[in-house]
């Protein structure tokens, strides 16, 4: 019997930090601007940092969880170990909803913007092109991806720099540098409804735990790259945030609510900026585009290989890519919903399923470290107790902010995995094959 083929070892501790900082995209600040300026009523600074106490508490148990189980399948594999099979299963089924909609924000996002600069070029050209961009790339290897994915962000990190400096220059000479920080004519649960459609923004270094299984050592450089991501990622989210309310403390009316982060741009460094802008974002996307593409096709790989998901086909790897190239092109199907998906929608989609694996991933370290290990000394109490309580109760509150429709369309993406995992129980196979027979011999 041939010994199926396994993904390979090859990622060294920085590809993954960029691999995840592309997944999250610097850019994806400008691309998500004007939804994350509208829910939080412009108080951006604010909800940004709510936002990054909220997920360091998550990316501390996340770390954790990867040091217990060091393998690809992320918040599936941490819930289905220390809670309940079953319970992994549907933590796992959401967070496919965040994956497979993560690609389809890449490809909307380049459509969106693209046909802003370029109107005459219909979106749904732009978003083909990069779909199948980021598929071909996808297929090449983990290694040929991050190694891109480098070179990108570092052109996203200089962009991130210069918009900053252009708006130091433009700040008043006399005005208060604590006023963005001392606001307060907005209620704090107006910020903390921006920082939950915020928080889509540090989705990345969740990602990275889907590579685990091609990454050197990853016991050990999957935890510190997850604290890299979070600390780079902050920075590149406050200081603009910050700077941008110094600038412009009053309300903007933006034409489009959907492309205000161009119109930012323009106003910020005029047609000369806003080009520069474009031609960044478009790599951006593409990087962001490669790396959610990796991911969810990894976690499709893992639920495959436990037959979870039909092992035929989505355990299945390149013989010469050492690539899972079947759920590559499965994604690349699903992310051509983009051509009939709004931006908003999708991104309440993703925080939906990114909410419910964030709040299970701390519960997990709960139940691993401090039930089943029992590690209830004053410190493991503190580490393995406090910590994850606190941050699952700052994302179950995150939680219950998200928006009616995102509740409702996650809810019922639930529902679809449960009737999907109750038609492949032994039970349901058993019934299934006697209706057949029972339907053969009538027939």
Known sequence: MREPIKLQQTLTLFQVVFLGLAWMTPMIYFSIYGIAYESSSGML??????????IMFTAYSYGLMSIAHPTSGSAYTYVKKALHPYLGFLVGWALLLDYLFSPIIACLTFGIYMHAQ???VPAYAWMIGINVAITLANIKGASFSANLSKWFVLLQMGFIGLFCALLVRHSPAHSDPLAPLLQTDIPFSTILTGASVICFSFLGFDS???????????KKNIPRAIGFIIIIASILYVTPSYLTQLVFPKAIAFLNIDSAGLEIVKMVGGAALSTVFIVVLLFAIFTQGISSVSSVSRLMYVMGRESILPPRYFAYVHPKWKTPVVNILMVAIVSMLALVI???????????????AFFFVNISVISHYYARER?????GTLLYLALPAVGAGIIGWLFMLLSKDALIMGLLWLLAGILFHARNTPFAKQLLTRNKMQSSRHG
């Not at 990275?208 to 990853?218: Q, S, V, Y």
């Not at 709004?342 to 419910?356: H, R």
């Not at 590690?375 to 410190?379: E, G, H, M, N, Y």
Request: charged share 20%.
């Open 45 to 54: 600074t604010q909800a940004y940092l709510a936002a990054f106490i909220a």
């Open 118 to 120: 370029f109107p005459v």
């Open 208 to 218: 990275i735990t889907t590579m685990a299984e091609e990454t050197k050592n990853a």
């Open 342 to 356: 709004q931006l908003d929608m999708a991104v309440k989609f993703v925080n939906f399923g990114a909410l419910t």
């Open 375 to 379: 590690r209830r000394s004053l410190k």
